[in-house]
């Protein structure tokens, strides 16, 4: 759990809905029934690259305010509303999206690197699949896996976090079927 400093303001509990590497449509047509019930009621939705088609963007906005970053696998709109890296606050603390992707290190690595030299208290990235709940220092690394790509992972997956009072709980939803 990550808490905001004291004094910082927030305004209510949050219900933040985070997804990544959903690269549609090869690898579904459209979003999986299972992340869209988990996603509704969210206050925002952060999608951590690899979108591969604006219509996942589209759908997304139907259901809560998207913020999200482009990834190796993104071109053309995407590209050209999405920035590489996001760092934004909500409900006192700050969070940051970057896909992971490059060539030296560890996409965690690559990750932490992304947002050197700026206060993030959650760091939310993609690119390897793998769902992943971590705390390096006072920073939370989180990945939320993907909800249309599992690869080598066994199940499907997208993340929630929630912040109430200017703490922050991550968590993961698993799912075995990516069906509509």
Not at 2 to 15: C, F, P, S, T
Not at 55 to 61: G, M, P, Q, T
Request: hydrophobic content about 35%; charged content about 30%.
């Amino acid at each position: 759990m990550i808490e905001a400093k004291e004094g910082e303001r927030w305004r209510k509990k949050y219900k933040i809905g985070v997804l990544s590497d959903t690269h549609m449509p090869r690898m579904a047509k459209a979003l999986p029934a299972e992340l869209l019930k988990g996603l509704a009621h969210s206050d925002y939705i952060l999608h951590a690259g690899d979108w591969s088609d604006w219509s996942v963007y589209e759908a997304l906005k139907e259901i809560a305010l998207v913020k999200g970053v482009t990834g190796n696998a993104d071109s053309g709109r995407i590209k050209e509303h999405f920035g590489s890296t996001e760092l934004f606050e909500i409900g006192g603390l700050r969070i940051g999206i970057v896909h992971g992707h490059g060539t030296r290190g560890t996409t965690e690595s690559r990750a932490l690197k992304a947002f050197e030299g700026q206060k993030a208290d959650c760091i939310i990235f993609g690119h390897s699949h793998i769902p992943l709940i971590k705390h390096v220092g006072e920073t939370l690394l989180f990945n939320p896996g993907s909800p249309t790509d599992k690869r080598r992972q066994p199940l499907y997956s997208y993340g929630v976090l929630e912040i109430e009072d200017g703490r922050l709980e991550a968590r993961h939803v698993f799912f075995r079927d990516k069906k509509v």
